[in-house]
């Protein structure tokens, strides 16, 4: 059977309770920061490393509204999400699933994503 291989230009549907995002797979230099952050130790590392993780992962989200009741949009800088756009994902009740998801990227695209 053949594996598939995807491309860090791929976008991967997950579905996180009531909202939808699409992720795509981390770059080799953003696998490396990420477990730069998780090495450096301490709880702040940990931290760090869930941060870095959604902000070069994270490439469109649905199901998520504004105070005023719009549609949240993302923000990017470049190819990855502004500061400001990951401190907003971070405020979600779901932001721990969120984490989870995208740091279990550091060991590629995992072949279904399960919540512990």
């Known amino acids: 059977m053949a594996r598939k291989v995807y491309k860090t230009t791929d976008k991967i549907k997950v ?12 770059t080799f230099e ?7 952050s998780i090495l450096a130790g301490g709880q702040m590392g940990v931290v760090n490393a869930a941060r870095l993780s959604i902000k ?6 649905s ?4 105070a005023d009741s719009t549609e949240y949009e993302l923000e990017f800088d470049g190819s990855v999400l502004s500061d400001s756009c990951v401190d907003d994902l ?3 009740d779901e932001d ?7 740091t279990s990227l550091l060991n590629g695209i995992p072949q279904d994503f399960v919540d512990p």
């Open 15 to 26: 579905k996180i309770d009531d909202i939808v995002i699409e992720i795509s797979p981390l």
């Open 30 to 36: 953003a696998k490396s920061d990420i477990q730069a």
């Open 56 to 61: 070069n992962a994270v490439k469109s989200v």
């Open 63 to 66: 199901g998520l509204q504004n």
């Open 90 to 92: 971070l405020n979600i």
């Open 96 to 102: 721990d699933k969120l984490s989870l998801v995208c």
